[in-house]
């Protein structure tokens, strides 16, 4: 009898054991499917957040060149049309002047003022055009418009200036060239209004198959608390870089600020002749 109930409990223990090895395999099973689930959901939702992303960069980039190419339609139409009534206006003056029979000193004074405020008004305009697209970037260079970009700052704030270019000018493209442009001119505003530095090193060069520009300076550097604006403009200016395909980089310790950006020569350089560039500002 108590050999029987062995077996018995044997069997017991054998069927609660294939039991639980059952129940088991089913919740490893159920697990494996539930983590096979969720990888491919994680894979979806990934793909998704991609192809948002790219749309996202697309749209961005398609915005800054929209707007790159508004600025220069109002450059071209300022400098055409406002210029041109400035500069009439200017002529007719000096023709009155000279053919004015009257001594009248008062009336001599009056038009000279109007001469001074036209005066004003053509060096206003002028300035204008040159923030909107500047005439140097299209007319003569990259480096051009970036030492008179360098000049007008560095003189207006009383800062030592030093520049790096390599002797032969790279031939940037028009996209690398505008956006190499603006984020310059946004370092050197962060530079003037938050950093408190008094010299600026600028370095273009050619490091194997990477364009780099640097711009170094010994105040507080570049960061997303101190660049005018915060993160929106440094965001911006990131954007600028990878949309080249490049990194942007920057780093802010006292008496040390960098910028440090690299662009493939193959995304930067020209490597055919583009369309002469339209006068828009000349």
């Known amino acids: 009898m108590s050999l029987s109930l062995a077996t018995v409990v044997v069997i017991a223990n054998v069927v609660l054991l294939v039991l639980a090895a059952g129940l088991i395999y089913q919740y490893l099973h159920r697990r494996a499917a539930q983590t096979e689930e969720l990888r491919l959901q994680k894979l979806k939702l990934e793909r998704e957040v991609e192809d948002r992303t790219r749309e996202l960069v697309e749209l961005s980039t398609h915005l800054q060149s929209l707007a790159e190419r508004e600025k220069a339609s109002l450059a071209r139409e300022l400098h055409d ?8 206006a200017r002529m007719d003056i000096s023709w009155t002047e000279q053919h004015l029979t009257s001594v009248d000193p008062d009336i001599r004074l009056r038009l000279n003022r109007v001469q001074q405020n036209l005066s004003a008004g053509i060096d ?9 697209r500047p005439t140097l970037l299209d007319n003569v260079g990259f480096l051009a418009a970036l030492r008179w970009q360098m000049k007008e700052t560095c003189a207006r704030e009383g800062i030592t200036c030093n520049e790096y270019f390599p002797a032969e000018e790279p031939k940037l493209n028009s996209d690398a060239a505008i956006s190499l442009f603006r984020i310059a001119q946004e370092a050197f505003a962060n530079l003037i209004k938050h950093s408190g530095a008094k010299r600026m090193d600028v370095t273009l060069d050619i490091d194997d198959d990477m364009l780099v520009f640097r711009v170094a300076d010994d105040g507080k550097g570049v960061t997303s608390a ?3 604006g915060g993160a929106p403009v440094l965001a911006s200016m990131r954007h600028r870089i990878r949309a080249l395909g490049g990194t942007f980089d920057i780093s802010g310790s006292p008496g040390a ?3 440090d950006i690299r662009i493939p020569v193959s995304r930067a350089v020209r490597t055919l002749p ?4 339209s006068d828009a500002a000349r």
Do not use: D, F, Y
């Open 257 to 259: 600020g960098l910028l």
């Open 226 to 228: 101190t660049s005018p």
């Open 81 to 88: 049309e406002l210029g041109g009534l400035l500069v009439g």
């Open 274 to 277: 583009e369309e002469e560039p």
């Open 124 to 132: 206003l305009k002028r300035r204008i055009i040159e923030e909107l």
